[in-house]
């Protein structure tokens, strides 16, 4: 009668305990079936151990998952230099460009009800950008040979810059863009017809503001701001409750300090921390918050072929068309460019570990993630400093497919 008693007093317990862990969906940790070592997976801790202890990292947090199961999930450090307030595995960081994949989904749900097609001129959407040229010199401009295409804005191909550059054209994009204050997404785009392109559409892989413009057309073709589109469209559905354009009030306490790395190499707390609310431009280049956690459940869709829990964003055929390589040789050694994702296309050129068909990008506070349809592999790691390095990106890579063993 007595263990009756205590089962019964324990199963409201054991309810909310499983409750909060299907709620918050903890991921349970299962080295085995996700086939890693755990002495080699082990490596990878305490590599950012040391980063940490050397003063080369403030704090990190890093998910793998492979097999559909969880293979590691950690975080190191602090969030803060200033306060060493210990990381947490649910930080929220500032993914800046690992936006520019999740535009790129949201944008190909829309090819998928049929709004455009891929080889489509921008032009017969944003008349704006009929008359636009191309700097052949300082003070020199031809026409275009042809349009500006729809794919041209998805693999960054399209001749228009981001502004990162060093020539007198970038800092006009880069003053244009980012150097004065835009009310929302269609007045960042607004700028652009105005300046002339680096090069011919097609011709060139250039990183460039290209994803503004999708953001653009999402809010032209769904009739939603972008924000409301990725929130109803995606961040619902895959159960991406930490992930917006803004962070709310109850969020900013976990956000994580943006930190500067000087030229000596050490790291500073940044004197320009990121806005984490008030944003009104909903931008496709940069602009959204994550966590670890939040950004796994996308990955996890691209790796299932477009699905996840039973929510289909898009079709298998749209993710095979999204990753593979678009560019030809424009890109670099080993790597192409899909419509949104850098593409893995050989392994012996860029001599690091991986798999042909991987594919993933970053962000520039050093935000990482690939996705690896081979080995049914995903992994992201999230630091926050600047400037970018993809040193971490890499090394992260290196040491999480040494230590798969089956």
């Known amino acids: 009668m007595k263990s009756l008693k205590i089962k019964n007093l324990l199963l409201p317990v054991l309810f909310f305990i499983s409750y909060s862990l299907v709620a918050q969906q903890l991921p349970i940790i299962d080295i085995q079936k996700a086939g890693f070592s755990e002495e080699r997976l082990a490596r990878l801790s305490d590599y950012l151990n040391q980063e940490i202890e050397e003063g080369e990292l403030v704090g990190a947090v890093s998910l793998i998952v492979r097999n559909e199961a969880t293979a590691h999930f950690q975080s190191y450090g602090a969030s803060h230099l200033s306060d060493q307030s210990p990381m947490q595995k649910d930080q929220l960081f500032f993914i800046q460009s690992m936006t520019k994949p999740i535009i790129s989904v949201a944008f190909m749900m829309l090819f998928e009800e049929g709004h455009f097609d891929l080889n489509d001129p921008l032009e017969d959407y944003l008349p704006a950008f009929a008359d636009m040229q191309v700097q052949t010199s300082e003070n020199e401009a031809d026409s275009l040979d042809e349009p500006i295409r729809i794919w041209h804005l998805l693999s960054h191909t399209a001749g228009l810059s981001h502004g990162l550059g060093g020539s007198a054209l970038d800092k006009k994009y880069r003053e244009a863009l980012y150097m004065q204050q835009h009310q929302n997404i269609e007045a960042r785009v607004d700028v652009l017809p105005a300046l ?6 097609g011709e060139q892989w250039y990183y460039s503001a290209a994803p503004d413009v999708l953001s653009l057309l999402i809010e032209q073709f769904s009739g939603m701001s972008t924000a409301e589109f990725l929130q109803t469209r995606i961040f619902d559905p895959l159960g991406m409750e930490d992930t917006g354009y803004n962070v709310a009030e109850d969020q900013k306490e976990r956000v994580v300090g943006l930190h500067f790395k000087n030229q000596d190499g050490e790291l500073t707390v940044s004197e320009r921390q990121t806005p984490t609310s008030g944003n009104t431009v909903y931008g496709g280049t940069h602009g959204l918050f994550s966590t670890a956690r939040d950004y796994m459940r996308f990955c996890r869709m691209l790796l299932n072929k477009g699905a996840l829990d039973g929510q289909r964003l898009l079709s298998p055929k749209t993710v095979e068309l999204m990753t593979v390589n678009h560019v030809n040789d424009l890109y670099g ?18 001599r690091a570990l991986g798999s042909v068909g991987t594919f993933g990008w970053s962000g520039a506070f050093n935000t990482y993630f690939f996705i690896d349809p081979k080995e049914e592999l995903a992994g992201i790691l999230m630091t926050q400093f600047a400037p970018y390095t993809n040193f971490y990106n890499n090394k992260f890579q290196q040491l999480v497919y040494q230590a798969i063993i089956e």
């Open 196 to 201: 002339p392109l680096v090069g011919q559409p």
């Open 333 to 350: 050694e080993g790597y192409g460019f899909g419509l949104g994702f850098s593409v893995r296309t050989d392994l012996a050129d860029p």
